[in-house]
């Protein structure tokens, strides 16, 4: 549900439409949202508006965003929400911080002799509970495609797992699902990352190493891979897969299988 009431929502839908032409360059920009329905499409557009209407977008020196870099985003961000409309799923945060490129950020970490350390990490993004997300714009510029990397996806995954506490890797689940065989799918998967990790830290492994870091990034790297390389989430990791289909109650291997099969050469030779 959102926070507009149902005439709120239409007023800002009509005062603020897309134009056919930029949704077409934004589209022609993101190879993910491609074999669409029609239907998800407007929803998608509609999704749009009202996220830019909720959410305020602060550019740090070296980023100027016009109408179709904000519309790059935010399709982005909200295509993981396009069938869950039963919820305000960003309601947790109001403001999106945009550096140009990577960002120093204080990071802190207690070892297990209690000594804490502080050191400055290189970051493309950021979400912080009760907080902004914090993206680099040179990362969202290079999201989009089927490559299993989206910034603007993995990191408002970790605000969709904030939604119930803290970051842990189980987002509030619907009520078709169980958490026991979500954790059972997840711990599985994320200890085979880890085992094969161990074995050899410069091992090749199915999806990005970062997934092993902890549950939380689990979660967001593999919903990355879901809408950006699932056939590649798939192969690796099914039951992960399935998983997160019933939570975002969406496929995107069979579009993208649907896009192959039109298409010999989709996505080049990968
Ligand atoms: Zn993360």
Redesign the pocket.
């Known amino acids: 549900m959102w926070s507009f009431s149902a005439w709120r929502r239409q007023r800002t839908l009509a005062k603020h439409p897309i134009s056919p032409e930029l949704w077409r360059q934004v589209k022609h920009d993101l190879a993910i949202l491609d074999a669409l329905s029609a239907d998800e499409e407007q929803r998608l557009q509609d999704g749009c508006i009202l996220f830019l209407h909720s959410k305020h977008l602060s550019c740090l020196p070296g980023v100027e965003l016009d109408d179709h870099g904000r519309l790059l985003l935010a399709a982005q961000a909200q295509l993981p929400l396009l069938h869950l409309e039963d919820l305000n799923w960003y309601q947790g945060f109001h403001e999106i911080v945009l550096y140009a490129d990577d960002f120093l950020s204080p990071q802190r970490y207690r070892d297990a002799s209690g000594v804490e350390h502080q050191w400055d990490g290189e970051h493309s ?1 950021e ?1 912080w509970q009760q907080g902004p997300v914090i993206l680099a714009w040179s990362g969202v510029l290079a999201s989009g495609g089927w490559e299993g990397y989206n910034l603007v996806i ?2 408002l995954a ?1 605000k969709l797992d904030m939604l119930n506490g803290d970051a842990n890797g189980l987002p509030p689940l619907h009520s078709d699902m169980r958490v026991s065989a979500w954790a059972s799918a997840m711990q599985q998967a994320y200890d085979d990352l880890n085992r094969q990790l161990d074995a050899d830290p410069e091992a090749d492994t199915a999806i990005d190493p ?1 997934a092993a870091e902890n549950p ?2 689990f979660f ?2 593999t919903s990355e891979y879901f809408f950006s390389a699932p056939d590649l989430l798939h192969a690796a990791y099914p039951q992960v897969y399935a998983q997160l289909q019933a939570f975002y109650r969406q496929d995107p291997l069979r579009r993208l299988n649907h896009l192959k099969q039109n298409h010999p050469d989709y996505r080049g030779s990968d």
């Open positions: 993004g979400a993995h990191e970790h970062y939380a990034e967001a790297v």
